[in-house]
DNA sequence: ACCCACCCCTGGGCGC
DNA sequence: TGCGCCCAGGGGTGGG
């Protein structure tokens, strides 16, 4: 459930807390957590060792630290994924699967992770872009997104607009919280048919979307529980800011009719049914 | 080329 | 009390 805003607080995180300092030891814990490190865990830890972090980075959901090999330690938070710096005599937590010592003996960085979706890995050569994510659209917040090239994607697609939002390789950074808010603003059901979306709507929905991501950020994120927090294990508050995702039978916001709750795709949208009819062919 | 169903995983909550 | 089921759900993969 991270989704863009709640990955852009740990990115700060880790830029503050982890930039400029040089890796000395790597322990996996759960060799699931490298999965994605095809050459396995030993030599995850073997390319880490004595490498220098240089920066933070993201896109959509995901992030990555270029090091001073050209390499990047690349990962995903998945769904309860945690990046957490903090002092190494800190008892482990239940779900450590990563440990990272550093250098100069300060704090050092746990990947915690429940649902073991989530994973690292080291990527060569992929300190300006990973190639394990080079498939992954720009984000909305990302300055050199192509408002316009969304546009056309989104209504050259046949699907419905909720698949399309969630679609990382058209815009990334959208999860199911945010895009349940995005369609609550455009006034759209999620099952509208793409190619049925007018230019000034897809326009609109793009300008919603980005909207919920910069509000939540500035809130910190949106935490549901523990498990969504900062590098510091702190919760965001845009939770209470929420006008959809989540709010099954509340009134909506803007006409007091009962949000809705509709099953869909193996989860669930939450929706208004006034001011977000359903299509006559949802998709 | 594109769309979509399926699968990976754990723990909290709830009904029986 | 305890068991089993449902739910949270991002993204890679493979089938159509």
Redesign the pocket.
Known sequence: ???LPEVEVVRLGLEKGVAGRTIAKVDVHHD?AVR?HTAGARDFADLLRGRTVLAARRR???LWLPLDSGDALTG?L???GQLLVVPASKPIE??LRIRFAFTDEGRELRFVD????GGLQVVAAGAELPS??A??ARDPLDPEFDDEQFVRRLR?????VK?AL???TLV?GI???Y?DEALWRAELHGGRP?ELVTKPKARELLSHARDVLTESLAQGGTS??ALYVSTEGVSGLFERSLHA??REGEPCDRCGTPIR?E?W????SYSCPRCQPRPRYP?
Not at 156 to 160: D, L, M, V, W
Not at 265 to 268: E, K, L, Q, T
């Open positions: 459930m991270p989704e699931r994605r959509g959901k995901y995903h998945g769904m309860s239940a779900h429940q649902r073991t979706f394990t994510i498939h992954i050259a697609k046949t699907s419905g698949r969630l679609d990382q990334s999860g199911n919280i895009a793409t549901f529980d995702y989540g709750r099953a795709m193996n989860r669930s998709r």
